[in-house]
């Protein structure tokens, strides 16, 4: 079936490292690609997301491309600052009789100053 | 405005109660989803509806019965609550095309005691 799976948490980094949180998935047919974000007590929201292979995603500095050749779409973030310590969520999107949204675990992010 | 709001957004109850959870939407969107999120943020999708009709039930207790009395609503009722059903429970609602943005409501953490 369809899944996706992300890289295991939790990750803590210092302000200003470099971030990058792995997501692959499986799929039939091809799926759109999302990142979410999950802010402390709050729901989800979307951070960005890629459509079709080779596309880029990218908001508030981060980035992750629909790499369709290794079912993968990472995030990266060349300088976390504090305010980015939330937890992460590769979803990938599929038509089930209506859009249907399939998560991954969640990756928590803490970044210490 | 909020977008997707739900109430309440606190529920503690005592095994065997029977409570709903309502959801509503004003964004114009044809689809309303349920999400289960477990004590380690692990999302899974319960139900889905598009126009008031049931879409997509996954493999969820018949404990749980959504209602969608119109295309801005989606309540949640479960019956004769369990202590496994402690978690926070999360409605959504998208356009009905894959590759758009899910908006989610801030979430129900119930509690069973």
């Known amino acids: 079936g369809d899944s996706v799976t992300q890289m295991e948490g939790p990750v803590t980094l210092s302000e200003e490292a470099f971030l990058t949180i792995n997501c692959t998935y499986t799929?039939?047919?091809?799926?759109?690609l999302f990142w979410y974000v999950q802010y402390p007590g709050e729901g989800l929201q979307l951070l960005l997301k890629?459509?079709?292979?080779?596309d880029k995603g990218s908001n508030k500095g981060f980035e992750a491309t629909y790499r369709k050749e290794t079912t993968s779409f990472h995030l990266e973030k060349g300088s976390v600052q504090v305010s980015d310590s939330a937890v992460y969520f590769c979803?990938?999107?599929?038509?089930?009789?209506?859009?249907?949204?399939?998560f991954g675990q969640g990756t928590r992010l803490t970044i210490n100053p | 405005d909020t977008a997707v709001s739900q109430t309440p957004k606190y529920l503690v109850t005592q095994m065997g109660n029977d409570k709903s959870i309502k959801c509503e939407q004003n964004?114009?969107?044809?689809?309303m989803y349920w999400y289960k999120q477990d004590s380690k943020k692990f999302l899974k999708i319960m139900f889905s509806?598009?126009?008031?009709?049931?879409?997509i039930n996954e493999t969820v207790p018949n404990r749980f019965s959504p209602k969608s009395p119109d295309k801005a609503h989606l309540n949640l009722h479960i019956n004769s609550l369990e202590l496994g059903d402690s978690a926070v429970y999360f409605c959504?609602?998208?356009?009905?095309?894959?590759?758009?943005?899910?908006?989610f409501g801030q979430g129900t953490r119930l509690t069973v005691v």
């Open positions: 959504a609602s998208s356009q009905d095309r894959v590759g758009t943005e899910a908006f």
């Open positions: 799929a039939t047919g091809y799926p759109s």
């Open positions: 890629a459509t079709k292979a080779d």
């Open positions: 979803a990938l999107s599929i038509i089930q009789g209506a859009q249907k949204l399939v």
């Open positions: 964004l114009g969107h044809d689809t």
């Open positions: 509806y598009n126009n008031k009709e049931l879409i």
